[in-house]
């Protein structure tokens, strides 16, 4: 069975940008969740998705938001980028929420 | 105080030797305790899942659970050298957000 898939793996942006990313769950799971990982904070939550709708949320500004498709795809979108944002997002697929399995990341780098 | 508090390390250990790693944590309604390893510029990896309290074993690894004292433990058993990895202790609540801890970075020398 494949793994979670994240496009693109490498992105640099400038300030002020917006971004999307990308993550392919596993074959049948239907939760997505994100999450941000930098040296100083670790991984911290951002939001996870179940069936299109967003369940949970973190404690992150609304300049971070995102989206489910029918067939479980999730994309997230950073508007007007901060130096700050800079960081590897990883996305984590689940049946249901339960046992999470991890993507490779997306590394954004804001310059 | 963080939710999740785990030592970074770094840990140094020779091959064959036994690693220890341990999260403690502030918030009883923890309910679902993960351990989670992750190579240079890659995923975090699951390894372990517990829900209750005391011991789970998988080939080399043994998870801990004491969830009166808020703490629980990885046991990796004839520690080699493609262990070289960060560590994460991860947990939830009822909800489906995991909390992180900061991560143990372990080496094992050949």
């Known amino acids: 069975k494949a793994g979670v898939t994240q496009t693109p793996r490498y992105l640099i942006k400038t300030r002020g940008q917006q971004v999307t990313l990308s993550c392919s769950p596993i074959?049948?799971?239907?939760?997505v969740s994100w999450y941000q990982q930098t040296p100083g904070q670790g991984l911290q939550f951002l939001f996870e998705?179940?069936?299109?709708?967003?369940?949970n949320k973190g404690n992150f500004p609304g300049r971070f938001s995102g989206r489910q498709f029918s067939n479980s795809r999730s994309e997230m979108n950073v508007s007007t980028l901060e130096l700050g944002d800079s960081a590897l997002y990883l996305c984590?697929?689940?049946?249901?929420?339960?046992?999470?399995?991890f993507g490779p990341g997306t590394r954004l780098t804001v310059l | 105080q963080k939710e999740v508090e785990q030592d970074p390390g770094p840990l140094s250990v020779p091959e064959g030797a036994i690693v220890s790693l341990n999260c403690t944590y502030s918030?009883?309604?923890?309910?679902?305790f993960m351990w989670y390893r992750q190579y240079s510029r890659k995923g975090p990896e699951l390894l372990m899942y517990t829900y209750s309290s005391g011991n789970k074993e998988d080939g080399r690894f043994t998870a801990q659970v004491d969830k009166s004292s808020k703490y629980i433990s990885l046991f990796i058993r004839d520690s080699q050298p493609s262990d070289s990895a960060t560590y994460l202790c991860?947990?939830?609540?009822?909800?489906?957000?995991?909390?992180f801890g900061a991560g143990t970075t372990v080496t094992v020398r050949a």
């Open positions: 984590a697929s689940s049946y249901a929420g339960d046992t999470q399995y």
């Open positions: 998705y179940f069936s299109e709708t967003q369940r």
């Open positions: 074959s049948g799971h239907r939760s």
């Open positions: 991860a947990m939830r609540k009822g909800d489906y957000k995991l909390s």
């Open positions: 918030n009883s309604a923890f309910q679902y």
